[in-house]
């Protein structure tokens, strides 16, 4: 029995391959996908265009559009444990986490429904004997790609505020990871979503995602995933003349100073590399501690790094889960040779962890590599798994100068007590996000998004669904005489 796919208003099984969805915790087939062709994308797309014109979707109030979005969230809401659970199948991340991302996912429609229920259009000052005002209106038909490390969560973060702004969407999930996409379509057809305004369609980035990004009547693509793919459909893109927000990969810094409080920065350390199994955007992968605690502060952290839990995703208590595939553990391990290659001293980890059925799955001990410097390649480029690279610095010049040595941007994490040098260093880091005696809390009312080859563009907070709306300006003319100009052609008519 293979799973259908949502075509702009219609499930049925997609033109394309059939794919199965594993269990990274045993390779267990979840289930398998007829996943879209690329004649599945054209039509969804013509018909998302179609249903985005129709009256009963361009006049819909933004109020009753919000309702809608509503009562997906209180649906999601309601079989939040299942989706928690199709989501653990899918990408084997631990229950804790992905009951924690489908809480947010449903936070993130509700607030997209009561920001749109509070957005104001302005009346802008008049400068002539007129009244002028600027409105938003939506971009039309937006594709809305998407990795496979957190689907519920960045698959929503794009649907809710696109359908907020007005628009029609079409999604391409990961090829590794449809099902939850899948359930968010459900969701939203009975939601009260009128057919046609969201299509979700599985299958190869190569293809589907490739189809979508080219389709003329595409008038923005939302992606979050690799680099080097962003910079693929931002060229795609730039010839569209097309706006493109891009959320991409990371090599984010966090910073150990010598006043900090130790127990919470361990634990913050921790957290930052190794949940997701460090299978997170905004994993703290390179730490830069401070000299004068150095030592004790690697000793703390080795010994906590070896006591992490890691198994099965679906257990009480586990910590770390599987990789996302055996393919991708052999990425990682690949890193790590790598980084003793180039004479990095392992710490703790460096291995396939045994016994209580882990050799069934795609695990990797939590792995930590000191001895190097930023110019190591393992240093440099994002592993994308449970590995932590460490550093050493001096002072603040030096700590920043070594943060910044990176071609990416999108998180970092400071550890002091001293709050007056927190803010001064926050200030010169070059990342989208910094968190300070914290890591990795995301609120869906603060804008999110990298600088440098980290991403362009900002996702959550209001702004997010103007990044969906364009602008369109209106001048109502008050005069009761002809515009000056005209008016003596006329009367010497
Ligand atoms: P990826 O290989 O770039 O894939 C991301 C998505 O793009 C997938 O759906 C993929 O399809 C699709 N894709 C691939 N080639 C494409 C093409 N030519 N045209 C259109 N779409 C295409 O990234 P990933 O390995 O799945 O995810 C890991 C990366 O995502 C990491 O670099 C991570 O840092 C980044 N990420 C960033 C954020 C953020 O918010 N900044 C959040 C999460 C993850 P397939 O399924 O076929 O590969």
Wanted: proline share 6%.
């Amino acid at each position: 029995m293979t799973e259908s796919i949502l075509v702009a208003g219609d499930w049925r099984p997609g033109r394309g391959e059939e794919t199965p969805s594993l269990f990274p915790a045993d390779g267990s087939v979840n289930a398998v996908v007829a996943t879209a062709g690329v004649d599945d994308v054209n039509e969804a797309i013509e018909r998302a265009d179609r249903a985005r014109r129709e009256p009963a979707w361009r006049n819909m109030r933004p109020h009753e559009r919000a309702a809608i979005l509503g009562r997906a969230s209180d649906l999601l809401t309601g079989r939040a444990e299942a989706v928690a659970r199709l989501q653990t199948r899918d990408n084997g991340k631990p229950l804790a986490e992905t009951r924690a991302l489908v809480a947010s996912a449903a936070g993130t429609c509700r607030y997209f429904a009561s920001a749109l229920e509070t957005l104001d259009d302005a009346l802008t000052p008049p400068r002539g004997d007129y009244l002028t005002m600027s409105v938003h209106e939506p971009l039309g038909v937006v594709g809305a790609i998407t990795p496979w490390n957190s689907p519920v969560a960045s698959e929503m973060q794009k649907i809710a505020p696109a359908l907020a702004g007005g628009n029609a969407v079409v999604v391409k999930p990961a090829d590794a990871t449809p099902l939850v996409a899948l359930e968010l379509g459900r969701i939203f057809d009975e939601a009260g979503l009128p057919p046609g305004l969201l299509s979700i369609l599985p299958g190869r980035g190569s293809v589907v995602g490739d189809a979508i990004v080219r389709h003329p009547l595409v008038k923005k693509v939302s992606f979050t995933g690799g680099t080097r793919t962003g910079r693929m459909l931002a060229h795609i893109a730039a010839d569209k003349l097309m706006p493109v927000s891009l959320e991409l990969g990371g090599k984010s810094p966090t910073v150990v100073f010598d006043d900090a409080d130790i127990d919470h920065a361990v634990n913050g350390v921790l957290f930052g590399i190794f949940s997701s199994a460090g299978q997170a955007c905004i994993a703290g992968s390179r730490l830069f501690v401070q000299d004068g605690i150095h030592d004790a502060f690697m000793t703390r952290l080795v010994e906590a790094t070896a006591r992490l839990r890691v198994g099965h995703p679906e257990a009480d208590g586990t910590q770390v889960g599987p990789l996302i595939s055996e393919q991708h553990r052999g990425v990682v391990e690949d890193y790590v040779k790598l980084g003793l290659e180039e004479g990095a001293t392992l710490l703790t980890g460096g291995e396939r962890p045994r016994g209580d059925g882990l050799d069934r799955g795609s695990y990797y001990q939590p792995t930590i590599l000191a001895g190097l410097t930023n110019a190591a390649r393992v240093c440099r480029e994002e592993i994308f798994g449970p590995v932590l690279v460490a550093m050493r610095f001096a002072d603040e010049d030096d700590l920043v100068a070594q943060a910044n040595d990176s071609v990416y941007g999108l998180a970092s994490g400071l550890w002091t007590r001293d709050y007056k040098r927190a803010l001064r260093v926050a200030r010169r880091l070059e990342t989208g996000t910094v968190w300070i005696n914290t890591y990795k809390q995301i609120s869906v009312s603060t804008p999110f998004g990298g600088v440098k080859e980290s991403g362009t563009g900002r996702e959550k907070g209001v702004g997010g669904i103007r990044a969906y709306q364009q602008q369109k300006s209106i001048y109502l003319g008050l005069n009761e005489q002809p515009i000056p100009w005209a008016g003596p052609v006329i009367e010497e008519h």
